[in-house]
């Protein structure tokens, strides 16, 4: 109780303090502070007082509510107990019935199905009958149906019942391929097999028949004479009659391998059955192609390819007209104008060309120069199939037979041979080094050497014949050899350079910087091309999956997959940036710039060893310009200005436009620090020698690059500077080196508020921009011509 009164006392007193301080003056506040402490315990007691009245009667008021949510859940609990006791006694009676009914429900599910069942058992049974029933063979059994007997009886005016109904029946199959009942399925099967098979053969025969009427195919020598008008019309009409009915005598396509004699047309990659009329008109040309292409005919030779593909053209250009005027507006009749015929003919006779490619590949791997001949005839046959035949994009070829693994691993590694063979071959000939188009030398601004014009004909070609295969990942394998030949040609240009080291203003070495040069331009419009951005996107997706599940296989429980999510997600960010080229083509830009370099170095150092003399003139005792007659370059710059006039325009005459004006700027930037520095910072200038120097400059030195741009002082900047700060006038010069000296040398403070101008902007003022003020007053210190 004491330590409580104590710690109150306490308060009381920090209170106090805290608003009456040390001032005695302020013990006026304590009557403020006293009734301040009686109001806010006369408020403290009415609330006290009005919560110890409403208190009890708010707690009564929660206990009776509390009271009656207990009765209420009592009433609750014992209505569930009755409801659970009277739905338990309604359950235990009712569990015989239940069971009762459902095994009732049961059978009447099992009996609906077997009913289901043999409805589709008697459609089958119907649809076979009608077709039986068509073909006037009623009471001929089934195992009688192949024979000559049945053959007979069958009617040409029957026919079309007999197909409908067969259409129908392979609606019956399609309605129920995802049957469980196998039995059904099987039973459906053989039935339309049954009647497809007799059916086929029947209009087989009589289409046949008619085919060779209209001399199809048309193939032969000489060509017979054609029926007359009326036979022609009535041909045409069976045509149509015939065409029409083995459109509709189709297989399902859960059906189509049970044809065995359509499989030879499953060759190509995604493609669909052909239609059975199509695939009877090409059975006599796939005969002629198999006498005539395959066995020991002289026809039949791994060297030759051409000729069974361009005998493949000529009946694709043979039969077109047929195929459009005739077969096509069938199609259309037949609702089928999403097929174009002539397409589908193509793509049959390419099924053809595969199998005989397929045969064939097996042995040609043996042999180098085969393989290679048979792939460019392929190439060929196929840009041709596309361009000049009409065939469309998306239909597949027989490429995918050379691109299968074995086949393509050996195709790569012939097309870098015979690659390699060949640059051998360019780098050797006598004319490798000289312009291709060197007997048009006007119109041959590129200069461009004949083996580098070669090596990217080389690979222009290279890139003709894989962009047409059908994978990315074939094109990037092809894009990767690419690569790897044009490093190769780096290297050998590297070697061929360090060869003319000795020598690097003779034509060899120009001629390898215009390679250069020229190799890196055509790489930049390539990596702007569609098909080498795709290239990219495709190569930067791969390395991102690959790193993906590289890291996925390497995920420990520790670790988190959102980390690894994310960092996949930033990769693909990442895909369209850069091209396929840019690691080639900055090896190539490095080349070139080493390669200038060089040019430059060695041209500079020529022209300045011819700079001595000029460097040792008496510039700080020239003559007045007064006691000249005319103005005159200094004897000592000649020689230098012919040194530079040389060789200028020998490399204007051996280099690229582009690559000679990288070469003269840097030239000029060399020459104006070497005059700089060497000239003007080592000597002393009275007025006469800076006349001199200002009018060998501009007179001189300046003109010789005039020839290459329309003001060839911008080039010479700290020369003109320095030219206009030594010819400046003495007053005009003394008040400039003044302004100079106190900025940069006093020690006083200087007053900003002054409105003497700025360094820098008195040397705008007489001229000066690239000279920074220090470097202005100590060309100002070089003169000797200050008044006295």
Known sequence: MEEDTANLRDEVCCLID????????TLSKVQELLQGALDEKKILEQQLTAVSTETPTRIQGALQGAERAMQQMESLTTSNKQSRRATNSHLNRAEPMVQELRQMTEKVQELERCMEYMKWLALVEELSSEIQGSLLVNSAPFKLFHSSEVQKGISLGAMPSAVAHFAKLAQVSEAVRGSACSNLLAFVTSTILFWYKILKEKLSSEFDEVLKALNWPFVHSAVPMPPPPAQQIELKNRVETLFGQLVKLQLPDTLVSEDFSTQEYSRLPGSRPLLLPLHLMLQPLRKRFRYHFHGKKQTNGLDKPEWYLTQVLNWIRDHSDFLDNTIQPILEAEHLSHINAKVEFTRGLLNIVAAKLEHDIPELLFDEQLLSHTIDEHLLFNRELRNNYSYPAGQPDCLHVLTGKECFERWLVVEKKFAVEKIDSLLAAQTAWFPQYRDLEETDDLKVPECVESFMTLMLVITERYRVLPSPTHHLRFLELQLDLLDDFRVRLLQ????????????????????????????KEWSEQVFFLQLQYYSKEQETMESFNSALETLTASQDISKISQGFRDGQLDVLEGTVFDEILHLYDLLRIDMTATLQRTAVSDIKSRARPYRKDKWFAMPSPKDYIAPALSASLCELLQTLKERLQQLRHQLCPSVFNTLWMGIAEELNKFIYEEVILGNQFNEGGSVQLQYDMTK????????????????????????????????????????????????????????????????????????????????????????K
């Open 18 to 25: 805290g608003q009456i301080g040390e001032d005695v003056k």
């Open 496 to 523: 061929v350079m360090k060869l003319e080291s000795t020598d690097p203003l003779a034509g060899r070495h120009s001629a390898i910087l215009n390679g250069a040069n020229y190799i890196i331009d055509i790489l």
């Open 700 to 787: 001189g030195l300046f003109p010789q690059f005039g020839d290459y741009t329309q003001r060839p002082e911008n080039y010479f900047k700290e020369l003109k500077e320095s030219c206009i700060l030594l010819t400046l006038k003495p007053g005009s010069a003394i008040l400039l080196r003044d302004l100079l000296y106190q900025t940069l040398h006093a020690k006083q403070t200087i007053d900003h508020n002054t409105k003497d101008p700025s360094p820098d902007a008195a040397l705008r003022d007489v001229g000066v921009y690239r000279l920074s003020p220090k470097a202005a007053e100590l060309v100002l210190n070089l003169r000797t011509d200050w008044p």
